[in-house]
């Protein structure tokens, strides 16, 4: 809980979102703080009251700062889960240029810190930024790498905790969860009709995840106790985190789901990168440069990852099987073109 003889004021953009409703939900459970919560559609808030006595909303687009400047001036904390992708200028105008104009409408003395939710493909595996990311990436990718670089050089960096998600769970497939349901677990169910085949290859690659209910724990660590500035050697002033778990391999990954789904892993075919590079030429498959990358990049892996563990807490879902029990995915249920 914040040190303040006041509760802290603290700022959520992108409230509506799986994130930060899963972040909201833990500041009014674990802390006093009053929160006020950016969003585009209040409509959309299933799981957070919005008649709290603590919470007030303002609902607006990111790109129309000013029109919350009073109320920005106020706020003791921020957590900035606000993104956009899809159209470059749209994503320049939401992931760049609002983000530093918000930054410049907080009050240098009365702000304590700000959690700035990037991603963490622009790193490598020591949370170094890639060249590549801003080279060549998507819109979404290029806009993420140039803030973070931009922060860097921010009056206010060293109040900035940088925080990178790996893949994020959250929700539940069948809607029942009052958590809107993240994109890569409304994936689930899509990708289950493809262990079919899923199950003949095997891939020489691996990754990070973590649950929307982690990083909200995470988050509301940070945004709870004295802000801490960046100690770690070889970066700048923004602290950065990444949050997901230990790494799985695609194999792994794919074995888990099988067992989940009842279906029975076979001997597989390695997916080497050549036979890559063939099924690429061979199919018409469009692939970018940034693709191009990821493919001979195959482990987005990093050290060190961080877990609600790191802060004294728990994960709500600390391995795949936690996920798949926590998603509402059926175990062993129908699959189309199934084979045992």
Known sequence: MSQASTPARILITGASGCVGQYTTAWLLEHSDADL????????????????????????GDLRDTDRFATELAT???????????????RALQVNVVAVKRMLSLLDPDRIEQITYFS???ILDRHLQPLREALAYGTEYIQTKAQCLKDLEAHPLAEKIVAVFPTLVFGGRVDGTSRFPTSYLTEGLAEASKWLWLARFLRADASFHFIHAADIAAICGHLATTPHQRNSEPG??????IVMGQRAISVN??????????GVRLTPGIPLWP???????????????????????QRHFIHEPVTQPERFGGSSHASDLEAVLQDSGLPPRGPISMRLN
């Open 36 to 59: 006020l919560l950016w969003l585009r559609d209040p409509e959309k808030l299933s799981a957070i009251p919005a008649d709290h006595p603590r919470v007030k909303l303002l609902v």
């Open 75 to 89: 706020v003791t904390r921020v957590i900035h889960t606000a993104t956009a992708w899809g159209d470059p200028e």
């Open 119 to 121: 991603t963490a493909s």
């Open 235 to 240: 970066q700048g002033a923004v602290r950065r």
């Open 252 to 261: 792994d990954a794919v074995a888990t789901l099988c067992r989940w789904r």
């Open 274 to 296: 050549w036979l890559i590079e063939t099924l690429i030429r061979v199919l018409p498959i469009e692939v970018n440069a940034w693709d191009r990358f990821s493919i001979r």
